[in-house]
Protein backbone atom coordinates (compact mmCIF):
# COMPACT_ATOMS: atom_id res chain seq x y z
CA UNK A 1 0.00 0.00 0.00
CA UNK A 2 1.11 3.45 -1.15
CA UNK A 3 0.98 5.25 2.42
CA UNK A 4 1.38 8.88 0.32
CA UNK A 5 -1.01 9.75 -2.88
CA UNK A 6 -1.59 13.12 -3.53
CA UNK A 7 -4.10 14.97 -6.13
CA UNK A 8 -5.29 17.81 -7.39
CA UNK A 9 -2.83 19.36 -9.76
CA UNK A 10 -3.56 20.20 -13.40
CA UNK A 11 -3.30 22.49 -16.14
CA UNK A 12 -3.94 25.92 -15.07
CA UNK A 13 -3.34 29.64 -16.09
CA UNK A 14 -1.30 32.80 -14.53
CA UNK A 15 -3.50 33.82 -11.87
CA UNK A 16 -5.44 31.20 -11.22
CA UNK A 17 -5.80 28.40 -8.06
CA UNK A 18 -5.53 24.73 -7.46
CA UNK A 19 -6.20 22.46 -4.54
CA UNK A 20 -3.95 19.74 -3.80
CA UNK A 21 -4.71 17.06 -1.10
CA UNK A 22 -2.75 13.99 0.16
CA UNK A 23 -3.97 11.10 1.68
CA UNK A 24 -1.33 9.70 4.33
CA UNK A 25 -1.50 5.84 5.64
CA UNK A 26 0.48 3.69 7.65
CA UNK A 27 0.95 6.13 10.68
CA UNK A 28 -0.54 8.19 13.47
CA UNK A 29 -1.58 11.09 10.81
CA UNK A 30 -2.54 13.05 14.03
CA UNK A 31 1.24 12.87 15.36
CA UNK A 32 2.82 14.04 12.40
CA UNK A 33 4.23 17.08 11.06
CA UNK A 34 3.21 17.32 7.59
CA UNK A 35 4.53 19.43 4.64
CA UNK A 36 4.31 19.54 1.11
CA UNK A 37 7.17 19.78 -1.26
CA UNK A 38 7.67 21.03 -4.82
CA UNK A 39 10.59 19.57 -7.42
CA UNK A 40 10.36 21.03 -10.89
CA UNK A 41 9.50 18.74 -13.99
CA UNK A 42 13.31 17.53 -15.75
CA UNK A 43 15.17 18.87 -12.59
CA UNK A 44 18.74 19.42 -13.35
CA UNK A 45 20.99 16.42 -12.04
CA UNK A 46 22.75 17.50 -9.69
CA UNK A 47 19.98 19.56 -8.23
CA UNK A 48 18.11 21.12 -4.96
CA UNK A 49 15.67 17.74 -5.66
CA UNK A 50 12.53 18.48 -3.70
CA UNK A 51 12.03 22.06 -2.10
CA UNK A 52 9.90 22.29 1.53
CA UNK A 53 7.23 24.47 0.10
CA UNK A 54 5.09 24.24 3.22
CA UNK A 55 4.56 22.73 6.41
CA UNK A 56 1.81 22.64 9.34
CA UNK A 57 2.62 21.00 12.57
CA UNK A 58 0.42 18.97 14.92
CA UNK A 59 -0.63 21.97 17.00
CA UNK A 60 -1.65 23.52 13.79
CA UNK A 61 1.38 25.93 13.19
CA UNK A 62 2.52 27.02 9.71
CA UNK A 63 5.53 27.57 7.97
CA UNK A 64 6.04 28.88 4.29
CA UNK A 65 9.14 29.56 2.19
CA UNK A 66 8.77 33.28 1.08
CA UNK A 67 7.94 32.79 -2.36
CA UNK A 68 4.37 31.47 -1.70
CA UNK A 69 3.36 33.50 1.39
CA UNK A 70 0.13 35.14 0.92
CA UNK A 71 -1.02 32.85 -2.09
CA UNK A 72 -0.97 29.38 -0.09
CA UNK A 73 -2.98 27.89 2.61
CA UNK A 74 -1.75 24.52 4.13
CA UNK A 75 -4.02 23.01 6.18
CA UNK A 76 -4.61 19.26 7.36
CA UNK A 77 -7.76 17.31 8.34
CA UNK A 78 -6.95 14.85 11.47
CA UNK A 79 -10.32 12.94 10.92
CA UNK A 80 -9.43 11.94 7.40
CA UNK A 81 -5.72 11.72 7.38
CA UNK A 82 -5.55 14.57 4.66
CA UNK A 83 -3.11 17.49 4.65
CA UNK A 84 -4.20 20.23 1.87
CA UNK A 85 -2.84 23.08 0.05
CA UNK A 86 -4.62 25.76 -1.60
CA UNK A 87 -2.62 27.48 -4.09
CA UNK A 88 -3.82 30.62 -5.20
CA UNK A 89 -2.58 33.65 -7.71
CA UNK A 90 -0.29 30.92 -8.90
CA UNK A 91 3.14 31.88 -11.62
CA UNK A 92 4.75 29.98 -13.81
CA UNK A 93 7.37 29.62 -11.12
CA UNK A 94 4.91 27.66 -8.74
CA UNK A 95 4.88 24.69 -11.98
CA UNK A 96 6.34 21.90 -10.71
CA UNK A 97 5.41 18.15 -9.39
CA UNK A 98 4.10 18.52 -5.54
CA UNK A 99 4.98 15.61 -3.28
CA UNK A 100 3.71 15.48 0.84
CA UNK A 101 5.41 13.66 3.54
CA UNK A 102 5.18 13.85 7.61
CA UNK A 103 7.79 13.37 10.08
CA UNK A 104 7.32 12.28 14.03
CA UNK A 105 9.57 12.73 16.77
CA UNK A 106 11.62 9.57 15.74
CA UNK A 107 11.89 11.30 11.88
CA UNK A 108 10.37 10.31 8.62
CA UNK A 109 6.48 8.73 9.38
CA UNK A 110 5.62 7.12 5.86
CA UNK A 111 9.25 5.39 5.55
CA UNK A 112 12.91 7.11 5.52
CA UNK A 113 13.00 9.03 2.24
CA UNK A 114 9.64 7.34 0.71
CA UNK A 115 7.50 9.47 -1.25
CA UNK A 116 4.50 9.14 -3.29
CA UNK A 117 4.17 9.85 -7.38
CA UNK A 118 3.26 13.22 -6.29
CA UNK A 119 1.26 15.37 -8.63
CA UNK A 120 1.93 17.98 -11.35
CA UNK A 121 0.70 21.20 -11.25
CA UNK A 122 1.56 23.45 -14.60
CA UNK A 123 1.05 26.97 -15.14
CA UNK A 124 1.11 29.00 -18.13
CA UNK A 125 2.01 32.27 -18.76
Known amino acids: QVPLVESGGGLVRTGGSLRLTCVASGSTFSANTMAWYRQPPNPPIPGPGRVLVASIGTDGSTNYIDSVKGRFTISRDNAENTVSLQMNSLEPE ?8 GFDSTGWA ?7 KGTLVTVSS
Do not use: L, S
Open 110 to 116: YGVNRWG
Open 94 to 101: DTAVYYCN
